[in-house]
């Protein structure tokens, strides 16, 4: 009675639409019984008059599928069985057996898992998945075939890289061609595959199950990758100096994509380093303050990432061109493209165009975020603190920051501290 037998068994009652059976392992313990359907199925030709299998093939794979089971409980002592029911059996077996037998395609994974993910943080993680699926040329892999040394390889994939400038897109819809210029070594790797092992250890805390002994994902090789070189800003994304950003609010262009690119990343930088998602997404502001929702954070901060900032008279001219007459949203860059993705690609590349005729250093929208933060630690002595919030990090807000209400005012004073370092169009 104490005893777990098992039996390959078909129900004739069934039948699948081709003819077939599936095979079913009955489990008897306690005199009670229950079903595990296996992925094995019998045809006509296999069975007896009566249902049951016959001597071959099929049978003695039924009789290896349940040595297995018989080996899974080889290892509890005949005092624990005494402890268990049929059913306890049942999830035993079943725990053990998905361990022997999980599969995930992790890029799969990934694209659902980055569908959960806030506006803001999706395409970060999109980038990141989109080149982890150029270094393996597949659009699948195993989770259980991801290792230390294959990450390594895709760190030195990625310093190596060629360039593509701000994800770009011409006019066809096309990616842009390449240019020959190197990624800085140690930033995207370091940026992607962190951003890749927070999507696998989320499939390690769906997947797995450490209260009842059932790790389908047990190892980490993430923990395990070593990064050849230091982190490096890429270039695209460095900090410009006080004249060059004096350069671009002064600068002068008759090109309209030029102009208008130019006039975002002043926007970009006078309202403390707002994200172009923000600007993009702004419904009309008719008072003197901008008040948001910081896309990329708003989802991490108890706070929601709310953010106030006065619009400065300074930014009056840019605002002015970037105005959506129509009245939908405070800027006009919707009407570029209905995707932000592309609006973003489309302004860099006009920002590049100007660069070239001028023959600067490339650098993207995002410098204006970088520069702003630099600028006003380093010029405007604006202490680091202060400049966290004025940027709306994500942070680590404690107990007093979810009660005390934020001084909209010490964010302003040090925006107009950094603003008044420059020379503005009307002074």
Not at 53 to 63: E, H, N, P
Not at 117 to 124: I, L, T, V, Y
Request: proline fraction near 3%; include cysteine; hydrophobic fraction near 35%.
């Amino acid at each position: 009675m104490n005893q777990v037998t098992f039996s390959p068994t078909i129900d004739r009652r069934l039948k699948k639409q081709d003819g077939s059976y599936n095979v079913r392992i009955r489990i008897t313990f306690k005199r009670l019984s229950r079903y595990i359907p296996t992925t094995l199925y019998a045809f006509k030709n296999d069975l007896t008059a009566s249902f049951k299998i016959k001597q071959g093939t099929l049978l003695t794979r039924c009789y290896a599928l349940i040595g297995e089971f018989q080996g899974y409980l080889s290892g509890l002592s005949p005092f624990a069985l005494l402890q268990m029911n049929v059913d306890d059996v049942v999830k035993m077996l079943r725990l053990s057996s998905e361990k022997d037998y999980f599969s995930l395609n992790f890029i799969t994974w990934c694209e659902e898992a980055i569908q959960r993910k806030s506006p803001g943080a999706r395409h970060n993680y999109r980038i990141a998945l989109n080149s982890f699926k150029r270094f393996l040329n597949s659009d699948s892999i195993d989770i259980n075939k991801i290792t230390a040394k294959m990450l390594q390889e895709f760190s030195l994939f990625l310093d190596n890289e060629v360039k593509y400038h701000g994800n770009a897109i011409d006019e066809s819809g096309d990616r842009a061609l390449a240019t020959s210029v190197k990624k800085k070594k140690g930033g995207a790797s370091r940026r992607y595959i962190k951003s890749l092992a927070t999507l696998y250890h989320e499939a390690q805390f769906n997947f797995n199950n450490e209260d009842e002994d059932h790790i389908v994902i047990p190892k980490d090789p993430f923990a395990r990758v070593v990064f050849a070189s230091k982190p490096c800003r890429s270039a695209g994304q460095r900090s410009l100096s006080l004249g060059q950003m004096q350069a671009i609010i002064s600068a002068h262009t008759d090109d309209p994509g030029e102009r208008m690119a130019l006039d975002v990343f002043v926007l970009s930088f006078g309202l403390m380093g707002a994200n172009l998602a923000d600007l993009y997404s702004a419904a009309p502001v008719k008072r003197k303050s901008w008040t948001y929702n910081r896309q990329k954070t708003k989802s991490r901060r108890a706070d929601g990432g709310e953010m106030r900032v006065c619009v400065p008279d300074c930014l009056a001219p840019f605002l002015k061109r970037l105005e959506d007459t129509q009245g939908r949203k405070w800027l006009r860059l919707y009407q570029i493209n209905p995707d932000k993705d592309r609006v973003n690609s489309k302004l860099n590349r006009w920002l590049r165009r100007w660069q070239k005729r001028c023959d600067l250093e490339d650098f993207t929208l995002y410098a204006a975020r970088h520069t702003w933060a630099t600028i006003a630690h380093s010029k405007a002595h604006v202490e680091k603190a202060r400049i966290d919030e004025c940027l709306a990090h994500s942070g680590n807000l404690n107990m007093a920051d979810t009660y005390v209400e934020k001084d909209w005012d010490l964010l302003d004073e040090a925006n107009r501290m950094v603003l008044a370092l420059f020379k503005w169009p009307g002074e």
